[in-house]
């Protein structure tokens, strides 16, 4: 077997598998944060992407929060969108990967447009992870290194075997698919530079590409004998190093151990994970010190070195590159003591105090931290009141990783705050929770449940 087989018959291996109660349970609690994050882009989205599906037709599935549909492939592309607009979405820090956003958009319309029960919906979700997560694993850090942003190359990839669980492909058909998906797969850091508002796309044409693999791969198209590791396969171009064991069953008498989904994170604050552990830090060691915003004198913060590269930056032109901005997010969160979807305003990013506070934080990586790197992405800040006394505050993980998990009910919470901002009643809230965490809707109620 090659290594496109290997991986095959992994992923193959767990989709017919009994998957674990708590694996299920957490895409779950995944597809509900996914979909209050779908509805809520799409009211901040729906200008630009309604001028953009203007363009097409079709109406295969369902554009969350637009009351519309359009076809397969561009209902999960604006969707992923929608869903990954506020950078509130999930990830995983072995692969770096935001995982709903790129599985669940595409999962869900084809799931649709087939109208699929909720255990099909939720195997295509687990498998999607599995994908997302080992390839990413595989190709990290190196593939970041290249420029490349994994959301969408390794997304697309997750996107299609997502949907291929989804429709229960056979191994053959899954290859073939996992094939279209690699000479798919693509997306630059790039777009999260500066003045752009592109990085969502890359994210959104995963989902997008994600459809069109599975399909080529179930009309009959066949793909190359080793798409990953062949003499022009995908790795070669991808990174320069990569973890071929990653991709391979450790425990075929255990199979339990193998589901990953359990092992992402999840946010409290919507900006980048990378600016998480400095803002959760920063605001214990206020807390440490008593001190309300006006107190502070400046922030120093020590982090692993992949955090502070493309972070530390203080112009913040749009809502992306606040989000980016560790100095931003830590003024930002101390000033208002939250990092919600309503944070990244024209008056936040204009607001005096905050852009001059954001100059009075200094930001270093720590070799030993960055040692720690993937285990864990520690960060310690010292905070200078004006009186002199400092605070210091070290957290080995941001709120949200699997060591320091949100709870169910903050995933509640979460979906609960994300609706509040829309047209929704407590009591819908309520049904729509129960129907996502505990119900077995087929997708067309669960889809239309989110427009009644």
């Not at 819908?428 to 669960?446: C, E, F, H, Y």
Request: aromatic letters at 8%; glycine letters at 8%.
């Amino acid at each position: 077997m090659n290594l496109t087989d290997t991986f095959v018959d992994t992923l193959y291996t767990l989709k017919e598998a009994d998957i674990p109660e708590d694996a299920l349970f957490m895409a779950r609690k995944c597809l509900l944060e996914e979909t209050g994050l779908m509805l809520v882009g799409a009211k901040f989205q729906k200008e630009k992407l309604t001028k953009y599906l203007d363009n097409f037709t079709g109406e295969d599935a369902s554009v969350i929060g637009f009351n519309r549909k359009a076809s397969l492939q561009n209902a999960a592309f604006a969707n992923g969108i929608s869903g990954h607009s506020f950078d509130f979405d999930d990830g995983h820090r072995f692969s770096t990967v935001h995982l709903a956003s790129t599985v669940i958009p595409p999962v869900l319309a084809v799931a649709e447009k087939k109208n699929l029960e909720m255990k099909e919906i939720l195997r295509g979700i687990v498998i999607g992870y599995e994908t997302g997560i080992r390839l990413g694993q595989c190709v990290q850090p190196a593939h970041r290194a290249r420029g490349f942003h994994s959301s969408g190359t390794v997304g697309a990839v997750a996107a299609t075997m997502g949907v291929a669980a989804l429709l229960d492909f056979s191994r053959e058909t899954m290859k073939n698919a996992m094939a279209a998906a690699f000479s798919s797969a693509a997306g630059i850091n790039e777009m999260m530079e500066n003045i752009s508002t592109m990085k969502p796309f890359n994210i959104g044409r995963a989902c997008h590409d994600g459809i069109t693999a599975a399909f080529i791969a179930d009309a009959g198209f066949n793909g190359p004998y080793d798409p990953i590791l062949g003499t022009f396969g995908y790795l070669h171009g991808a990174c320069e190093t990569y973890d071929e064991s990653v991709l391979k069953l450790t425990d075929r008498e255990n199979l339990k151990n193998e589901y990953h989904i359990i092992g992402g994170y999840h946010k409290p604050y919507a900006c980048c994970r990378h600016t998480h552990g400095a803002v959760y830090a920063s605001l214990k060691a206020a807390e440490e010190g008593g001190l309300s915003f006006g107190d502070i004198e400046k922030v120093d913060i020590r982090m692993y070195g992949q955090g502070v590269k493309g972070h530390t930056h203080t112009a913040v032109p749009s809502a992306t590159a606040a989000k980016m901005s560790g100095p931003f997010c830590i003024a930002l969160a101390l000033k208002t003591g939250r990092i919600g979807i309503d944070s990244f305003t024209d008056v936040n990013l204009k607001d005096e105090e905050i852009l001059a506070f954001s100059e009075k934080i200094h930001i270093e990586p720590d070799e030993e931290m960055t040692s720690w790197v993937p285990k864990k992405r520690a960060s310690e800040a010292t905070v200078t009141a004006k009186d002199g006394k400092t605070y210091t505050f070290r957290a080995d993980y941001a709120i949200g990783e699997p060591e320091l998990p949100m709870t169910t009910d903050d995933f509640k919470k979460k979906f609960r705050e994300l609706l509040s901002t829309l047209d929704f009643t407590t009591e819908k809230i309520v049904s729509l929770t129960d129907m996502v965490l505990n119900g077995n809707p087929d997708a067309r109620k669960l889809v239309a449940s989110l427009t009644d």
